[in-house]
């Protein structure tokens, strides 16, 4: 046998002891990745890995930053008790800056880097609707995004649940109660140029159309315009009494600001998006009169702890982690991710996203630890909330003008 002979056979032979060594580390389950082989995407044996992407660093941080620490705050209580049926929750959430391509690679990189069992809480409506296809072909489930857009929960998905009211519901439901109880005939809307502004858009043409009112304007703006002079000239000309916004937070301020100092006094709601404590506080004082229609609503964490040992405590422990006040997104961060915590512990302890869904869809009569109304769920009802509040700022301060009003 020549020298060439040799080498081939010895290299068979590597070839062969290789592939016996495989299988024999196979047939015996060695290393962590075959011993889990039998689990879903984002389970080990002792971690279950939850995502999320939002708006950390940008314009909506105001609305993404309190909502993931009160997300965090649940799941560090979960753990510090010994986690889910011995499973410690892991929370990988990525900054998006509200921005869809930030928003596309922060999925990708969830799914296939983190390695998420479920989005929880993940910010925008734009941003989800770009990822929902990625996310549902690798069976990661949206749980509760960061927007109230009507596509989060509809059509019907057995992977996408959510925690608001829709946006067009928020509309028709502020909308209607203004004309009920103060008569207005002549409305107009003012919104962003994005898909969230257009499903505002779409309640404020069906409030317009069951009512029988007349719109005098419409007008579409994009994220970055500051001057609303010339947009309040229109509506002022235009002999609307009442304006629906669906606005971001610094467009709220000045499109108000602008109309009052322009002279215009007809009522100005928006939905749920400006519902925040810097709302009050902002124009020193200027907000006075202001309305917005949201699908949830905050504790007196100050005179509550009277009331509620609970969520005096909350309220407490809340402050001292992250030093700074809970706003109404801490509270919904906290309450979605306890659902999504009772869901995984009425799973079991042979936990599948499937089983996580059921135990989501069996959920009755929720009881929101902070006195909002029950929340359920069932095959056939994907989202939580069922209710609409309407508030004014009165002395810088929300106080509720009407709870539970019809949508």
Not at 76 to 94: K, P, Q, T
Not at 236 to 251: A, M, Q, R, Y
Request: hydrophobic share 45%; with cysteine; proline share 5%.
């Amino acid at each position: 046998m020549n020298a060439g002979a040799r080498e081939i056979n010895m290299m068979d032979a590597i070839k062969i002891l290789l592939l016996i060594f495989t299988l024999i580390v196979a047939g015996c389950g060695g290393g962590d990745q075959s011993a889990n082989s039998d689990l879903p995407r984002g389970v080990t044996a002792d971690t279950i890995i939850i995502g999320s992407h939002t708006d950390l660093s940008a314009h909506l941080a105001i609305w993404g930053v309190p909502m993931t620490n009160g997300i965090r705050m649940r799941f560090a209580e979960v753990n510090a008790a010994g986690g889910v049926h011995g499973r410690s929750i892991e929370f990988l959430v990525e900054d998006s800056q509200y921005q869809v391509p930030l928003a596309v690679k922060a999925t990708n990189k969830l799914i296939h880097v983190g390695q998420i069992f479920a989005m929880l809480g993940a910010m925008g409506t734009p941003q989800n609707n770009a990822v929902f296809e990625r996310m549902f072909a690798a069976n990661v489930p949206s749980m509760f995004p960061l927007t109230a857009a009507l596509s989060m929960y509809e059509p019907l998905h057995p992977l996408k649940f959510s925690y608001f009211v829709s946006y067009r519901n928020q509309a028709r439901g502020g909308i209607s109660y203004m004309v009920e109880h103060y008569g207005y005939k002549n409305v107009c809307l003012q919104t962003m140029a994005t898909d969230y502004g257009a499903e505002i858009e779409l309640g404020f043409e069906q409030a317009v159309e069951e009512l029988e009112l007349t719109v005098t304007y419409v007008g579409r703006h994009k994220g970055s315009e500051t001057d609303f002079t010339g947009t309040i000239t229109k509506i002022k000309n235009s002999g609307c009494e009442f304006l629906f916004l669906g606005p971001f937070i610094k467009d709220t301020i000045l499109l108000y600001t602008a109309a009052r100092d322009a002279g215009w006094q007809g009522a100005i709601v928006a939905n749920m998006v400006p519902y925040l404590p810097e709302i009050p506080a902002a124009a020193d004082g200027g907000m006075n009169g202001f309305y917005a229609v949201a699908p949830f609503f905050v504790p007196d964490f100050i005179n509550e702890e009277i009331k509620d040992p609970w969520i005096a405590e909350w309220y407490a422990a809340y402050t001292q982690t992250y030093g700074d006040e809970p706003a109404a997104q801490s509270v919904i961060g906290y309450v979605i991710a306890d659902l999504l915590v009772r869901a995984l512990i009425a799973a079991g302890p042979d936990l599948t996203v499937e089983k996580m869904l059921a135990a989501l869809e069996a959920i009755e009569h929720y009881e929101d630890p902070f006195g909002g109304p029950s929340l359920s769920f069932s095959a056939t009802k994907h989202v939580a909330s069922n209710y609409l509040n309407l508030y004014q700022v009165v002395d810088e301060k929300w106080v509720t003008v009407a709870a539970a009003i019809p949508y």
